[in-house]
């Protein structure tokens, strides 16, 4: 069981099994609503994801049509997202986790939108957008 909180230890959330994917994303939502430079997620199936305390202090701001960005009111951290196109999957801030997760990420998203002063040093898969994925697959 994986474990995540919020900065104020408000929200907490818990994650059962492995995580399906890790990658860091470039893009300028994910940069703004972070205030990080980009940041790394986490794909879980949304049927392996609770949160187990502190729901009512989540707020949701839709980013993209039909895209919800949960952070919380009380200390504003990111949480996760949860988006209609890939709605079996959540994707969640890896900044708010407790422990290490076991995975490492495999590629970076959305590099187009990088910030100017991020030089990328490893070898992992750059994209311009996200990976081109099969329709069972998550972003
Ligand atoms: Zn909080
Ligand atoms: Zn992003």
Known sequence: MLRGSCMCKKVKYEI???????YHCH???CRAASGASFVTNIIVATNKF????GREHLSA????PNKHRYFCSNCGSPVYSHG???QHYVAVRCGTLESDPGIR????????????????????????????LTPQSPP
Do not use: F, N
């Open 61 to 64: 701001y839709e980013s993209s």
């Open 27 to 29: 893009c300028g939502k």
């Open 84 to 86: 209609q196109t890939t």
């Open 105 to 132: 990420p495999t590629h970076h998203s959305y590099v187009t939108s990088k910030a100017a002063w991020v030089s990328i040093e490893d070898a992992l898969p750059q994209y311009t957008e996200r990976p081109t």
């Open 50 to 53: 609770w949160v187990v305390a």
């Open 16 to 22: 059962d099994g492995e995580p399906h994917m890790m």
